[in-house]
Structures are given as C-alpha cells and as structure tokens.
C-alpha cells in the first residue's frame, strides 16, 4: 500500500485539528502572587539555618530607607549579632580594570573546595549617581554565581557614602548569622570608599597592575597605606617581568612607610586571576595574618576600634538626618542659605542660626 496511514487500522492516528496555541505569558501570573512578610522571629530563625531566601529579604530591609523596614532590620540585626564576627573579612580594592571580578571568582572558587562558604558584598560609590551598580554583580562572578556556598550582593545604592557603608556593615553581621565564614567586601580604587571599606574588614587586599614607566604613579599614598597586601594581577604571558618588576618597586616603597600599628610588614605577591596562577599564595598570606594578628592581639583590638567607630558614624548619621528632616529646619534652611550669598550674614553666624532653631525645635517638642 502506498498510503499506509491511510489505512483503516491507522485511523487513531489521524490527526485532525492543531491545539490552539497557549498564550505567551501563564495566565496564573499575571495575579501577582504576594509574598508573605515574615515575622522579625521567622527572619532570624532562616538566617540561622543558612536558608538564602531569607537572608536576602533581610538584606532588601536592611537596604530600605522605609521607617517600618529599618525598624523590623535593626530587631533582626540585634537578634543575629550573637551569632556574628566569626568570619574573616576581607576587603578588595582596585581600579577599573584591575581584575577585581575576574580575582573574585577565582580567590572565591579557591576558598569553596577549601571547604567555606563565602559572601561578596560591595561599596560601589558610583551606583547612586548612575542607578545602576558596577560591583557585586552576580553577572561579574560567573563562576561563583552558580555556586550555593557562595552569596553575592551588588552595593546598596541609595544615599550617602556613609549611608551605604552602615548598610554594608549590617549585612555582614547578617551574612555571618546565616553561617557564611568569609566575608569579601569589594571597592573601587578611586576615592572614600576605601577608608569605608578598611573600617569593617580585618584584611585589606590591594589589586594592581604592572604599567609602564613609573609603577607607583597614581596611586594613592592613603590607599597604599591602609593595605595589608599588595598583588599584582595579569602577571602572565609577556606580563611576567613587568609585573615582577612593579613587585619590586611596591616593595622598596613600602619600607618607606611607617611601621603597621598590627606589626605585620604588608606582603607583595604577583600573581594571574585569568590563568589561576599564584592564587594559593594569596591565600595562604591572608591566614598567616590572620594567624599572626590573634596571637599578638590586634585582630581583636581592630575590631574592637572599628565597633567604636561605627558607634560614631551611627550617632553623626542620625544626628544629620534629624537635624535636615526637621521641620523648622527645612523652613529656614534656603533662606539663610541665600543671607550668606548676599553677603548678609557670615557662614557661622548663619550657621550657629540653624543649629539654634533646630535645638528650641526639639526642646519644645521634647
Ligand atoms: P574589574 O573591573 O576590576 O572587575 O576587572 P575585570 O575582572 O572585569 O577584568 C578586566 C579585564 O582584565 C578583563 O578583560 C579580564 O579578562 C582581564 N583580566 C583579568 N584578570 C586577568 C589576568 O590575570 N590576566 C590577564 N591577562 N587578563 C586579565
């Protein structure tokens, strides 16, 4: 038979009519299902049992600048903070280009078959400004992405310099809370943010490239200062001797610098996140630190200094944000600001005006 679909026995088979075609989106979702709010209590519990979910609506409130989520943040917060400070922070600065993301991974794939669990957070300067973050980015760290020991976090990007790094700080207790033993905090190389970052880690890791001509140009004595280990990246292929040489270099100008207030000599290693090369070194430098730091006591005493300092930071942040959020404040506020234009009255005068508003605001309302 030619046609053997034709068949009589076949006839099952036929098919007569396509099945319409499904609509493109499920018509179950276009209900947006809600979430349900956990409780500060159900916070705090997956947290502590590690579940992701959790913690990263924890982290979003942390995050808020709404009153209610900031109030339901701080009672999470507290209640995590006996479980924190058991990691090891690490800060990573370098300029654009630097490697940070590419290091990122790799330094983080390292600590994963050591058996840790890391989490990546970040202060991006640049992300208020530009709405969009250009660090922490999931995107960035394609292999770590994927890993479930592993949790990444783009900055926070609303408000201040100040504002963001108070965030970041709480997310680390948080991030700790939920079992996570290192803590990296990544920034770029080329303004405050580093002395935001420095505050809230133990290690201070510098990213830098071998250039041309003269290595140390360009950087920041401060930045150079505040770190506790120099590597430099991309030393591979012809790269080797130039990055070896801008080794050396870093290494003569850091013995011109006084002494560390820890007692360690920071460390110059090259090294090449792309190829993988000279990675375990890195590694094994931040151990012996942090080895070398709880021996001699200043592993406790700088967090014990960076606990006061965010006390302080705190106390300015709410003392600014009360005094600009005042009613009789904001009133005056242009107005006087237009008095020194003109030449009318002096800065201080104008502002010993203000700050005398603002105290007989909040005595007759206190
Ligand atoms: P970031 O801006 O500091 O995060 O830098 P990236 O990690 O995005 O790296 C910038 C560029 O340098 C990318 O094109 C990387 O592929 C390249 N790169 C990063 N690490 C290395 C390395 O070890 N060797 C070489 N040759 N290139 C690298």
């Known amino acids: 038979m030619e046609h053997p679909e034709n068949d009589d026995k076949y006839k099952g088979l036929k098919v007569n009519q396509g099945v319409s075609e499904m609509p493109t989106v499920n018509p179950y979702m276009t209900k947006r299902v809600r979430r349900r709010q956990y409780t500060p209590a159900e916070f705090v519990e997956g947290i502590l049992k590690g579940n992701i ?42 300029v654009p280009g630097a490697g940070k993301s590419t290091s990122i991974d790799v330094f983080g794939l390292h600590l994963l078959k050591q058996g840790h669990k890391l989490a990546v957070l970040a202060i991006d300067p640049s992300s208020e400004r530009s709405k969009g ?3 922490g980015d999931k995107t960035r760290m394609e292999q770590l992405s994927r890993e479930k ?21 709480e997310t680390i207790v948080l991030c700790e809370a939920a079992g996570f033993d290192t803590v990296f905090v990544e920034t770029v190389g080329v303004g405050q943010s580093e002395t935001a970052v420095h505050s809230m880690v133990d290690f201070f890791l510098l990213i830098q490239l071998a250039g041309t001509g003269d290595e140390l140009q360009g950087i920041k004595r401060g930045i150079m200062e505040m ?61 012996e630190y942090i080895r070398f730091t709880k021996k001699n006591g200043y592993f406790d005493y700088k967090r014990n200094e960076q606990a006061k300092y965010w006390m302080y930071e705190s106390i300015n942040d709410t003392l600014r944000d009360t005094f600009y ?9 242009a107005y006087t600001e237009k008095q020194v234009l003109q ?6 005068v104008a502002a010993k005006r203000m700050m005398d508003l603002f105290l007989a605001d909040i005595s007759k309302k206190g």
Request: glycine share 8%; with cysteine; aromatic share 8%.
């Open 343 to 348: 030449n009318e009255i002096s800065s201080f």
């Open 53 to 94: 979910t959790v913690l990263s609506q924890a982290v979003t409130l942390v995050e808020s600048s709404r009153h209610d989520h900031q109030q339901v943040a701080q009672e999470i917060i507290e209640k995590c903070l006996p479980h924190a400070g058991k990691s090891v922070r690490v800060g990573i600065t370098g």
């Open 325 to 333: 959020h005042n009613p009789a404040v904001e009133e005056m506020l």
């Open 227 to 287: 770190a506790d280990g120099i590597i430099i990246n991309k030393a591979d292929g012809d790269n080797i001797e130039k990055a070896k040489l801008a080794a050396a270099q870093f290494r003569n100008a850091l013995h011109l610098f006084p002494p560390t207030e820890s007692g360690w000599f920071p460390k110059v290693l090259t090294y090449s996140g792309y190829y993988n090369i000279g990675i375990k070194e890195i590694w094994d430098m931040v151990d």
């Open 133 to 135: 973050s250009i660090l």
């Open 149 to 169: 020991n592993a949790f990444i976090r783009p900055s926070p990007s609303a408000g201040s310099l100040g504002g963001v790094a108070r965030k970041t700080r």
